[in-house]
Nanobody
Framework: QVQLVESGGGLVQAGDSLRLSCAAS????????MGWFRQAPGKEREFVAA????????YYLDSVKGRFTISRDNAKKTVYLQMNSLKTEDTAVYYC??????????????????WGKGTLVTVSS
């Protein structure tokens, strides 16, 4: 069992930066690949970024490549999402999630076994 709690969201202006954190509980955190998803009002939840258990591989939504960076600290049981050059279209609730053992599409929310409750990021123009 893994419990996830996001923090770091807020209201910023376009061009600003934010760092989201996701604190995990559970002794097996380091064995999970982790991801960030987001959901804007009236839209489906979409994949943003993912990182494997050892931080050797990372994956990003095309529209955030070069602006967002996912990282993790297994000793602190925390995953981060550094978001730079924020745009108004990045406005959404951001969710941290842990991947299940088996999945075919890492961008599919159904690949995740555990979810946090989300943190709201609002980017104003």
């Amino acid at each position: 069992q893994v419990q996830l709690v996001e923090s770091g969201g807020g209201l910023v202006q376009a061009g600003d930066s934010l760092r989201l954190s996701c604190a995990a509980s559970g002794r097996t955190f380091s064995s999970y690949a982790m991801g960030w998803f987001r959901q804007a009002p009236g839209k489906e939840r979409e994949f943003v970024a993912a990182i494997d258990w050892s931080s050797s591989s990372t994956y990003y939504l095309d529209s955030v490549k070069g602006r967002f960076t996912i990282s993790r600290d297994n000793a602190k049981k925390t995953v981060y999402l550094q978001m730079n050059s924020l745009k108004t279209e990045d406005t959404a609730v951001y969710y941290c999630a842990a991947y299940g053992q088996y999945y075919s599409d890492y961008k599919d929310p159904k690949a995740m076994d555990y979810w946090g409750k989300g943190t709201l990021v609002t980017v104003s123009s």
